[in-house]
């Protein structure tokens, strides 16, 4: 097997000749007993990009004067875990809407909700599954996939 590291593409990638055997990382949040053992995913000359990494980080919310423009940090994984600091009916209309805070497009964020009571609003920002928005309850959470732009599409929830 040999690997090359492509600086050129639009978006970096290592391009994988040979039999490659990869499994992914499997995420329990809540009181459900972590199973272990994962299925292989097996490709011959495949090519992935992103982040191939499932980091945790913890995000607090905005100040009053951009109370629904929240900030998730890039670079720092994919699950961020939402720290309403006790006051959990807050509403998030938009995610890293400044240029230099978007995640690259296809991007995979979760967010956790610890407490009841955080929306995430419906809009042209943040398009959620039949145009309802996602109320948190205890122990839920939220998947959406990045545009490349300051748009964001949801890809699942569990609540």
């Given at each position: ?15 994988i ?8 990382p ?22 992935m ?8 980080t ?58 009841a ?7 042209s920002?943040?398009k ?32």
């Amino acid at each position: 097997m040999s690997a090359l590291y492509d600086k050129s593409a639009p978006y970096f990638y290592f391009s994988i000749t040979g039999d490659v055997q990869l499994t992914a990382p499997t995420f329990i949040y809540g009181k459900t007993p972590a199973i272990p053992g994962a299925s292989l995913m097996s490709s011959s000359g495949a090519r992935m990009s992103g982040t191939l990494t499932m980091g945790v980080t913890t995000v607090y919310p905005p100040p009053d004067a951009t109370q629904y423009y929240w900030v998730i940090p890039k670079n720092s994984g994919n699950i961020f875990l939402i720290d309403t600091q006790g006051n959990p009916s807050r509403t998030i209309i938009r995610l890293n809407h400044r240029t230099a805070d978007r995640f690259a497009r296809g991007t995979l964020a979760t967010l956790m909700f610890e407490e009841a009571g955080t929306r995430v609003k419906n809009n042209s920002y943040i398009k959620l599954k039949n145009n309802a928005d996602f109320v948190s309850g205890p122990n839920t959470s939220i998947t959406l996939m990045a545009g490349g732009s300051a748009s964001w599409v949801e890809v699942s929830r569990n609540e």
